[in-house]
């Protein structure tokens, strides 16, 4: 062999080889490595494919081993010796469902009728006259009561354009709360007869293809129990905690351990922030300082020491609070009431539950599913 080797001849050669995907030779695409070894007679080095399984990539090597061959010496030995390489491929990272939403809450109840609508509602209030942005979703299904507390139940949302993609844009509600109720879309006057597949497809449309925005807070009134939706929330968002209602009664606290538990679980593994004492007490309008315990006395604050989760607050019985959610006005607006200062110290506990969540825990991540 009387050809003196050495890269740039190399690379000669390599340039009459194109790449079929671009039509570019392997240099000018920057497809050699720059790790060409020559060793006598004997030349190796490595070709940068763009994606692993290359459908090019055999031919495209068998093609380089020609042109040396070929444009150089057929004395050359570089069968075998052109390893293919691929760049390291990064993991996509998932893109936030909703990156304007800072912190995503579900409230909750074991079993129906003790006031976790009533709750929500409030709670929204309450963080909205502290200053923060509150978004406000009815995920009660086949229960949906927030247009009637929000005295909106003519509400149709229309659809906005943002960055190009139809979004539904919420009602605007007191204190500026952004709201979304599968009853702005369904006759109030008949029963809601979905499949809990269906129920779930709305839900996760109520949730992906609405423009919520800037959100501080994103309260989710969902169902009471545990059901196919549960599970649609916690594989569509990671979220930031739970909020468990329940009454003084034993029922319904057997009903929030329930509840309680299938946050908790590992698979899910949703912090719990803390629980709500709701019908706490019955106070008579004309007896202000009276209490009387008619489902029970602090049930909800001995459950939530027992399972050593954080007692948020302690909301009694008054009527004012039946009267302003019938009339569409949250008793939360009124915080000079006596319940509605209750509901700005739950409001506050919360701020200071979730900050001390996010200082303490990696946020939550939605749940996978596996098929098999």
């Known amino acids: 062999m009387t050809v003196t080797l050495y890269p740039n001849l190399i690379l000669e050669a390599l340039s009459k080889v194109r790449y079929p995907g671009s039509g570019q030779n392997l240099v000018e695409a920057e497809m050699i490595q720059d790790n060409i070894r020559i060793d006598g007679n004997k030349v190796s080095f490595s070709i940068i494919f763009r994606k692993p399984n290359d459908p090019f990539a055999k031919s495209v090597i068998k093609a380089a081993e020609s042109a040396i061959l070929t444009y150089i010496d057929p004395e050359i030995d570089i069968q075998g010796n052109i390893t293919a390489v691929y760049p390291e491929v990064q993991p996509k990272a998932d893109k936030p469902l909703l990156p304007g939403v800072k912190n995503t809450i579900a409230v909750f109840s074991g079993k129906g009728g003790v006031g976790k609508s009533t709750v929500s509602a409030n709670l929204a209030v309450a963080l909205a006259k502290l200053g923060y942005k509150v978004g406000l979703l009815d995920a009660d299904i086949f229960g949906p009561s927030m247009p009637k507390m929000f005295a909106c139940e003519d509400a149709r949302p229309v659809m906005e354009s943002v960055d190009g993609k139809d979004l539904i844009a919420p009602e605007i509600v007191a204190e500026g709360i952004k709201l979304l109720s599968i009853g702005f879309f369904v006759d109030p006057q008949n029963a809601i007869l979905w499949r809990g597949s269906m129920a779930s497809n709305a839900l996760g449309q109520l949730i992906s293809e609405a423009n919520w925005g800037e959100l501080d807070y994103f309260i989710l009134d969902m169902p009471p129990g545990t059901s196919d939706i549960h599970l649609t929330l916690v594989q569509t968002l990671g979220l930031t905690g739970a909020v468990v209602v329940t009454t003084p009664q034993q029922v319904a606290l057997a009903d929030a351990i329930k509840g309680i538990n299938m946050f908790l679980d590992d ?80 409001a506050e506990k919360v701020v200071t539950e979730v900050d001390r969540r996010n200082r303490e825990k990696t946020p939550t991540q939605k749940v996978e599913v596996t098929h098999k």
């Open 267 to 346: 698979k899910v593994n949703v912090p719990v922030l803390g629980l709500v004492e709701n019908m706490a007490w019955f106070t008579p309008r004309e007896l202000p300082e009276n209490r009387y315990y008619i489902f029970g006395k602090e049930g909800g604050k001995r459950l939530a020491e027992q399972l050593n989760i954080p007692l948020l607050g302690q909301i009694p019985i008054v009527q004012s609070i039946c009267e302003n959610g019938d009339a569409g006005t949250p008793i939360a607006l009124d915080e000079d009431s006596l319940v509605g200062q209750s509901f700005i110290r739950l």
